[in-house]
């Protein structure tokens, strides 16, 4: 797999990343909303997807609502524990995305620089 390739793949895990945090904070914001459904998305089978297409990635992550989970009175089913320790877990999986970024631009810099 070549440098390039790689760093198609790792923005493709980015992109998921970001997909999902950007719904977390919309879960968030919407935790009094009456009749708020709580959305997410498979997290896994994206970033494989992504993984294994060299970052291309196809879904519609807004369409799915998570279901099972307690509703309150007025309909909506917003757990702020389980959103905040979503926003926890993407936030470290982000920071993971860019230090593999920077290591394969550090990797790009020294060949580039060796080659002179």
Known sequence: MSIFS??????GYLNVV???QQMVVSNMANIDTPGYRTKDFNFQAAVQQALTNE?????????MQVFGLPER???NNVNIDRE????????LQYQLGTQLVQSQLHTLYSAIK???
């Open 6 to 11: 790689s760093l198609q793949t790792l923005q």
């Open 18 to 20: 970001t997909d999902r």
């Open 84 to 91: 905040s320790m979503l926003m926890s877990q993407t936030q």
């Open 114 to 116: 060796d080659e002179n």
């Open 55 to 63: 970052g291309n990635v196809r879904f519609e992550p807004a369409s």
């Open 73 to 75: 009175p007025d309909g």
